[in-house]
């Protein structure tokens, strides 16, 4: 499982895990368990975020995981609501309480939008540049080792990019087999930004593809090996979800390389127009009402 061992570098010279451990929709006492395992597992990598509603429980989970603090890269997102200066810098420190540490070492705007208008014409450009500011605030104070963003398109890289004093250093973004954001991705790289990949695995709907698991079963891996396998050939940082130890396990074994053509065939396959239950959900292309 070398993965676990690899590391990008940040624009800022920061070591950051290739490979984490995604907790969203883990409840705050099941997480616990989950970061304890992954670790167990050699995980050093865990991604929360305040609208996950888990931070005291993956701050418990790497307490009691039996590692030092500073060998486990943590992650956390603000609130995609928070489009002021004043509520984005408390919304900070209450991660850093929440979580029981001193200092975060990633953190991002979870979305360039408020989840209920996710998808409109209103980029919240000036709130944005606001939340940014008071993370670049941290960043300087330290309580933060790197700050970025999730869900950013170009324009709105653009807006940031254009004013901060500190450059985004991450950009999480949905990207997986049959829904690839390469102009998002090449552009996001050539700012010197490293792109993370959250549902690598289409929040489940890749298990049902049957092109996948024909290239699957033709390397001897399963689905999603091969997921996670094309999102890291990509030069992404796959966030697999799970609090199954042994999917765990299974998607941190990805020692194997999938070659051009089929990486050419991954890339041109239909885009996923339905995430079944989780439909509604915006990143999945729905809307809260």
């Known amino acids: 499982m070398t993965v676990l061992h690899e590391h990008y570098a940040l624009s800022n010279d920061v070591a950051i895990p290739k490979l984490g451990l995604g907790t969203w929709m883990i409840g705050n006492d099941a997480v616990v368990q989950a970061v304890k395992d992954a670790v167990a597992l ?20 790497i307490r ?33 309480q ?23 014409s209103d980029r919240f450009f ?33 807006n940031l990019l254009s004013a901060c004093q500190v450059r985004p250093m991450v950009n999480q973004v949905l990207a997986h087999i049959s829904n690839t954001p390469a102009e998002l991705i090449r552009y996001t790289q050539a700012q010197g ?11 489940g709907q890749l298990l049902k593809n049957q092109q ?25 940082l796959p966030l697999p979800k799970t609090a199954n130890p042994a999917h765990m396990k299974n998607n941190a074994d990805v020692d194997f ?6 990486m050419e065939v991954l890339q041109q396959l239909p885009t996923i127009e339905d995430y079944g239950e989780d439909r509604n959900m915006p ?5 809260l009402s």
């Open 98 to 120: 929440k979580l029981g540490v001193d200092r975060i070492d990633l953190m991002l705007i979870h979305s360039p939008q408020p989840w209920r208008r996710f998808g409109d």
């Open 257 to 262: 390389v999938i070659s051009d053509s089929d």
């Open 64 to 96: 009691r995981c039996g590692l030092p603090r500073e060998q486990i890269f943590l992650t956390t997102k603000l609130a995609a609501e928070l489009k002021s200066y004043d509520e984005a810098a408390a919304a900070i420190d209450g991660s850093l």
């Open 126 to 158: 000036e709130g944005n540049r606001e939340a940014w500011r008071a993370l670049e605030d941290a960043y300087q104070a330290g309580k933060l080792r790197a700050i970025g963003v999730s869900n950013f398109q170009t324009v709105d890289l653009d």
């Open 212 to 236: 996948v698991s024909d290239m699957a079963r033709r390397y001897g891996v399963s689905i999603p090996q091969l997921s996670i396998r094309y999102d890291l050939q990509l030069g992404l």
């Open 193 to 203: 930004i490293l792109v993370e990949a959250y549902s690598p695995i289409a929040h």
């Open 283 to 287: 990143v999945f292309g729905g809307k």
């Open 42 to 61: 050699g995980y050093r990598h865990i991604d929360t975020a305040q609208a996950y509603a888990n931070e005291a429980g993956v701050g418990e989970g």
